[in-house]
């Protein structure tokens, strides 16, 4: 299986490089193997464990325990870049093979009778996802579940694709009218529980 690893930035990465511009070079060569890799396989399944793998391995790269280069703040910048560019395409991957089949996956799918489904919005989701990565009670094995991990696992639960993750966080975070519209809403919903149970 061909790997992201086998690559320039990874070995790099694996040391305590600490040029820019050899950084910024290789930076840009993994984009484009990553890109033509993906435009030439057909296999998305493939593509996905490729993926998935490589962001595995980058990952280790800035764990605690494996990372003896923790003070090279440019190399840990740049697992971080690669990282979030993986997670990029793999949202994208992921969102592609729904759409092959014809259907239309913009809408809340259709459920089966008890299954939880989302009436809310794309952005009232992704303001919840936000405030839960922010505060950190959500753990994925010994570390703390990741914004895309955290967006997947409601989108899973709740039955809804939400594409373009990070560009609709973006305009979620840009606003400048109420800053937190659906978490107002709910922090309402709770007060008024609290004061029926209270009176």
């Given at each position: 299986m061909k790997t992201l690893i086998d690559t320039r930035?990874?070995?790099?990465?694996s040391h305590n490089e600490s040029n820019l511009l050899e950084l910024t070079q290789a930076y840009k060569e993994f984009i484009e193997m990553m890109t033509e890799?993906?435009?030439n396989c057909n296999d998305r399944d493939e593509i996905l464990r490729i993926l998935h793998y490589?962001?595995?391995?980058?990952d280790v790269l800035s764990h605690p325990m494996f990372n003896q280069y923790a003070d090279n703040v440019l190399r840990t910048t740049f697992i971080y870049k690669v990282m979030y560019i993986l997670d990029c395409e793999i949202n994208i991957v992921s969102n592609s093979m729904k759409y092959a089949s014809g259907h239309d996956y913009s809408s809340p799918l259709s459920c089966q009778d008890g299954e939880l489904l989302w009436i809310g919005t794309q952005q009232e989701l992704l303001e919840l996802a936000v405030a839960i990565h922010k505060s950190g009670v959500i753990m994925l094995g010994d570390r703390k579940a990741r914004f895309i991990e955290i967006v997947r696992a409601l989108a899973d639960i709740f039955h809804i694709t939400i594409n373009d993750v990070y560009v609709k966080k973006t305009k979620l975070l840009d606003r400048c009218t109420a800053v937190t519209p659906f978490l107002d809403k709910l922090k309402k919903a709770y007060e008024q529980v609290v004061e029926r149970h209270l009176g």
């Open positions: 930035i990874y070995a790099l990465l890799m993906i435009a490589g962001r595995i391995e980058f």
